[in-house]
């Protein structure tokens, strides 16, 4: 039997691939309910936590994530090794003690299922890989059940990392170094589109009375 976690979804790709759509970054609240909406007990709903909190605050990128296996994790650091990333460049991302103590429940629950260590971290409860197509279907699915109205998908979830990272006034070169992005400029005009903040303090600044 094919867990749905490994079967691919009708077709290999996004069905949003070669649209656009505006970014959508979530709220602290609407991200607790995502999160939320997985069960704390079954084994699948522990491990859907934890990759939404990975993918949240590390910031990675779905191929990203499903591709860590347990070695690239280390706790004692806080880091996450990302051997192959976007253009294949290895990267390491930090992680909050917070997201770590969410993503050990998984890791615990899997070690318990006998789950070897040379299965990805993201694994089905057989320890086959958990597809993206899977992923792009729970994340809207877990959306409408925590009566969220944004259109929720895996980038959104890199989104709402690089927006929180931008109000809490991070360096944009420590922005650019956690997201993998090629260069500052790459990083800016992607945090530009997310947090057009100057725009909005610059207009919010502007005295008007009626």
């Given at each position: 039997m094919i867990s749905h976690a490994q079967a691919p979804a009708p077709?290999?790709?996004?069905?949003?691939?070669?649209?656009?759509?505006?970014?959508?970054?979530?709220?602290?609240?609407?991200?607790?309910?995502?999160?939320?909406?997985?069960?704390?007990?079954?084994?699948?709903?522990?491990?859907?936590?934890?990759?939404?909190?990975?993918?949240?605050?590390?910031?990675l990128r779905i191929s990203e994530a499903?591709?860590?296996?347990?070695?690239?994790?280390?706790?004692?650091?806080?880091?996450?090794?990302?051997?192959?990333?976007?253009?294949?460049?290895?990267?390491?991302?930090g992680l909050d003690a917070g997201a770590w103590a969410i993503l050990q429940l998984w890791l615990d629950r899997r070690a318990?299922?006998?789950?070897?260590?040379?299965?990805?971290?993201?694994?089905?409860?057989?320890?086959k890989p958990v597809k993206a197509a899977y992923v792009r279907t729970l994340l809207p699915r877990l959306a409408r059940k925590a009566g969220i109205e944004k259109r929720v998908h895996p980038?959104?979830?890199?989104?709402?990392?690089?927006?929180?990272?931008?109000?809490?006034?991070?360096?944009?070169?420590?922005?650019?170094?956690?997201?993998?992005h090629a260069s500052v400029a790459t990083t800016d005009r992607y945090i530009r589109h997310l947090h057009p903040s100057e725009v909005v303090e610059a207009m919010k600044a502007r005295a008007w009375s009626l």
């Open positions: 077709g290999t790709t996004p069905a949003n691939k070669g649209r656009k759509f505006p970014a959508e970054p979530l709220n602290p609240d609407e991200v607790k309910a995502l999160i939320r909406a997985c069960s704390p007990r079954a084994a699948t709903g522990v491990r859907n936590r934890a990759l939404i909190v990975t993918l949240y605050r590390a910031g499903l591709a860590l296996l347990p070695k690239d994790l280390d706790p004692a650091n806080g880091t996450i090794r990302i051997l192959h990333g976007k253009g294949d460049q290895a990267r390491t991302v318990a299922l006998g789950i070897n260590g040379h299965c990805r971290v993201f694994s089905t409860l057989q320890g980038h959104a979830l890199r989104h709402t990392h690089a927006y929180e990272l931008a109000s809490e006034g991070t360096p944009i070169h420590l922005i650019q170094a956690q997201l993998g």
